[in-house]
Structures are given as structure tokens and as C-alpha cells.
């Protein structure tokens, strides 16, 4: 029979963070653009891929999106003021989920912070002022690999010495659940914060 997991890897976008896309779209109206359009090219695979395993740095993804759509909001310089614009929104914490990481921690839950993210992953910790919430940051700009890939689960677990057995990744991404029980995790797809209280049975203290 399995054990329960005594550590917690938490997914940051999707699950943590949250992102309103009315936001957004009020720039990318203003802007002649359909609402989505500059997250639909920034997450284009070749585009993304290099930023979020370390290749590319945040600041030079930012200027390929803007390269991008230029010649769709009338040149580059209004395409890079559209991305100031679109990267000053930084998102919202999870107020539930942000309460839900810290009393598990408190309770003895050793706790993973473990994200897709690029270079700028550091600044927007601090900002929201969460960079003592968690035990490690498993950021796959900084390991080389990303979810779903076995690589980046047994990375994000050693960090806190810990084996795939015995660690609980909640996301809110299909493929990274499946990538994560292919790697030997218990994982948990979040569909929102109701979905805390089974992830909270399902951990024990260290």
C-alpha cells in the first residue's frame, strides 16, 4: 500500500496565481487586437519553450512576442509599449490556496513551489511577497527542464530530499498530473479551491 505524501509540489500559474484575461484584453483592445492574441503567440511552443528551460531570458521573449505582432498594431514601438502594458499585470495570488500552502507547511508539510516559469519567476515572488513560503522554488528556467518531463518531478523532489513516493504535485494541467505519476508522484489536477480539502487529507506530516 502507498504511503501518503508528506510533501507538497504546488503548481504557481493556474493554481497560486491567478491571471484575469478582462485585464488584458483592455490593452489589447486599445490596441487593435482580439482578446488573447498576445497569450496565444507567447505561448506559440517554439516561442515558450526556450524561456521557460533557461535559453531566452524573460525581457527577450517579451521583445519576440513584440516582434511578432508588430506589423498588427502599426510598428515596433507600439507593439513594445503594448508589451509593457501586458507585462506590468503581474496576476493575482489565490488568497484560499495562499492560506491552504501555509498551514500545511506549519503543520509539518515540507513545500515545493513547482512552475513552468522564466527568469522573472524571483521578482514576482518577492513582489507578492512569497518568497518565504516555501522550502524550494523547482523553477524550470533554472533547471533546464519542464513539466512534464520526469526530469524536472525528480529534480523539484530532491531539492527538499525527498523521493517521487512521497511528494503530491497539485496542478491544474493535465499532462503535468499524468507526467507527474509517470514519474512516480501522487498528483492532484485542481480545478479550484474546493478541490484543497482532499489535498489536505491526502498529506501527512513529515
Not at 525581457?59 to 498594431?73: E, H, K, P, Q
Not at 507593439?79 to 484560499?96: F, K, P, Q, S, W
Not at 500545511?104 to 515540507?110: E, F, S, T
Amino acid at each position: 500500500m502507498r504511503a501518503r505524501p508528506s510533501v507538497l509540489l504546488i503548481d504557481f500559474d493556474g493554481v497560486l496565481r491567478r491571471f484575469d484575461p478582462a485585464v488584458t484584453a483592455v490593452a489589447e483592445t486599445r490596441y487593435g487586437l482580439e482578446p488573447g492574441t498576445v497569450l496565444s503567440v507567447a505561448l506559440e511552443w517554439p516561442r515558450i519553450e526556450p524561456v521557460i528551460t533557461g535559453r531566452v531570458s524573460h525581457a527577450d521573449w517579451l521583445l519576440g512576442i513584440a516582434d511578432t505582432l508588430a506589423d498588427r498594431v502599426g510598428g515596433p514601438d507600439t507593439a513594445r509599449n503594448l508589451m509593457v502594458e501586458y507585462d506590468a499585470y503581474h496576476g493575482g495570488i489565490v488568497t484560499e490556496v495562499l492560506t491552504f500552502v501555509r498551514s500545511v507547511r506549519q503543520a509539518g508539510v515540507r513545500v515545493v513551489l513547482a512552475t513552468n516559469a522564466t527568469d522573472a519567476l524571483d521578482l514576482d515572488l518577492d513582489a507578492f511577497g512569497l518568497t518565504g513560503d516555501f522550502d524550494a522554488v523547482a523553477n524550470s528556467s533554472v533547471l533546464g527542464s519542464y513539466k512534464p518531463q520526469k526530469e524536472f518531478f525528480l529534480a523539484a523532489c530532491s531539492m527538499v530530499d525527498a523521493s517521487p513516493s512521497e511528494c503530491l504535485l497539485i496542478d491544474d494541467a493535465d499532462r503535468n498530473v499524468r507526467g507527474a505519476r509517470a514519474a512516480g508522484l501522487s498528483a492532484l489536477r485542481f480545478n479550484g479551491p474546493e478541490d484543497l480539502s482532499y489535498a489536505r487529507a491526502a498529506l501527512s506530516p513529515s
